[in-house]
């Protein structure tokens, strides 16, 4: 039954590896591409996707389940990179987000479509995501990612410097002022943001190929431990929180457990490349979440 989920991402990052090997793209194909994606197709898609979501979804109490699962394991991931496997302080941050950051967009609606028949939990996840995880990650990368030497000044001027954070507050700041963006400009952002995803599993496999020693792969335990995070633990968390804390009901426990059992977004790969910081850990963990996910999913759907 997921296997249609799972499929194209299989596909758009199998595309990616044949290309790298048959050097169509040429030598800096992934980064030409990997910049695309984070400071125009990315930008666009959630400018637009946040833009016409009203922040009244982001509040509920599903959300606060998730957002509980969601916060433990990025913790825990970060510490766990630093105190048990040496990481330094911008791979921690890398290591949190793929614990606990949600491939919520391409996998989760078809996923929710598939499983639950209904994908209007995609929304608030996304927008929890987007306007307080990716901020808090990135905001973290920009200061110990290689630059903490920057000033106050520097790190409160962020968000004008972020195409990501720029693009979330725009696209927040529509929404909250209910204003209906003219036609034109929702066209064109809706073509430039579809091609984000694609473009980020094609550059994903393109760093597949042709991996210079240095780079290496991320020491089997530590990915272990990651995606037994993300896959196992953050939806039992998740589900913890909202059983017993919040006491929801079974319906909204199924839907909080099997959002928080997504894989690792790319995402994670495009922030780690954009940073130079975390990119071997990141692609690796995207890679076997997505793999292992496909069985985890299927046990959530199944008990619940």
């Known amino acids: 039954m997921l296997f249609s989920a799972f499929a194209p991402i299989w596909a758009l990052t199998g ?33 637009t996707m946040i833009a016409r979501t009203p922040l009244e979804r982001f ?9 509980a699962g969601t916060a433990l394991m990025m913790g825990l991931g970060a ?15 890398v290591g949190g987000m793929a614990a606990g950051y949600v491939n919520s967009a391409n996998l989760g609606i078809p996923v929710a479509l598939q499983v639950l028949g209904d994908a209007t939990f995609v929304a608030p996840v996304v927008l929890l995501q987007v306007l307080v995880v990716t901020p808090v990650a990135l905001t973290l990368l920009d200061a110990e990612g290689g630059r903490s030497g920057r000033r106050v000044r520097d790190l409160l001027a962020l968000p004008l ?30 073509l430039l943001g579809g091609a984000g995803v694609p473009t980020a599993l094609v550059a994903l496999g393109l760093s597949l190929h042709g991996r210079p020693p240095a780079e290496g792969r991320t020491p089997p335990a530590e990915l272990c431990v990651l ?39 790319q995402n994670v ?27 985890t999913l299927s046990v959530v759907s199944w008990l619940l």
């Open 59 to 67: 509040a509920n109490a599903s959300v606060l389940a998730f957002a």
């Open 269 to 295: 790969y495009t922030y780690a490349r954009e940073y130079g910081v975390g990119k071997v850990l990141a692609r690796d963990a995207v890679l076997w979440s997505t793999l292992t996910s496909m069985a």
């Open 161 to 190: 410097r972020n195409p990501i954070l720029l693009a979330a507050g725009l696209g927040a700041a529509v929404s909250a002022l209910h204003w209906r963006l003219p036609v034109e400009l929702a066209r064109s952002c809706e």
């Open 15 to 47: 595309v990616g590896y044949l290309v790298a090997r048959r050097g169509l793209l040429g030598p800096h194909a992934e980064t030409v591409l990997g910049r695309f994606v984070f400071h125009v197709a990315m930008p666009a898609a959630l400018f």
């Open 227 to 265: 995606v037994t995070l993300k896959t196992v633990l953050q939806p039992l968390a998740a589900y913890a929180v909202g059983h017993w804390l919040l006491h929801l009901p079974a319906g909204q426990l199924r839907t909080v457990a099997l959002f928080s059992a997504l894989p690792t977004a």
């Open 79 to 93: 510490v766990l990179a630093g105190v048990v496997f040496g990481r330094g302080r911008g791979e921690r941050t």
